[in-house]
């Protein structure tokens, strides 16, 4: 139970952060993506201040996350799918602005036509697991 809370106080407070910085609104994002309005840099280069100090030292300071479990930085194998996986996730966030985590967050902000959005991203998924990937 302790779990899942942890786990929805982050899926909030990363969804307060998406909505607060714009990224939850697809219009937003896709004038980003068309380099007509740049302040979503600004923001991601924000976060990245804000993650790379944490991800070197949490290991150093912590032996183990809040849950109990090993921090590790350890560096995966190259999977060969992350690459046709990567292009349609940037396909599919170049053509309408929307990502799964930032589509959540739109419903938040009273977005009713972001369903149509994460009724395709639940097919997506559905199909995906169908083909056995």
Request: net charge positive; aromatic share 6%; glycine share 16%.
């Amino acid at each position: 139970m302790i779990r899942l809370l942890w786990a929805a106080a982050g899926g909030v407070l990363f969804g307060f952060g998406l909505a607060l910085s714009g990224m939850a609104r697809p219009e937003v994002v896709l004038a980003f993506l068309q380099l007509r309005d740049l302040g979503l840099l600004l923001v991601m280069a924000a976060a990245l201040a804000m993650l790379v100090p944490v991800f070197l030292l949490a290991p150093r300071l912590r032996p183990s996350s809040l849950l109990g479990e090993a921090l590790s930085t350890e560096v995966k194998p190259f999977h060969r799918g992350l690459i046709p996986g990567a292009v349609l996730f940037g396909l599919g966030w170049g053509l309408t602005g929307v990502c799964p985590g930032a589509a959540v967050a739109s419903l938040g902000l009273g977005n009713g036509p972001i369903l149509i959005a994460i009724a395709a991203m639940l097919l997506g998924a559905w199909l995906h697991g169908r083909r056995g990937g």
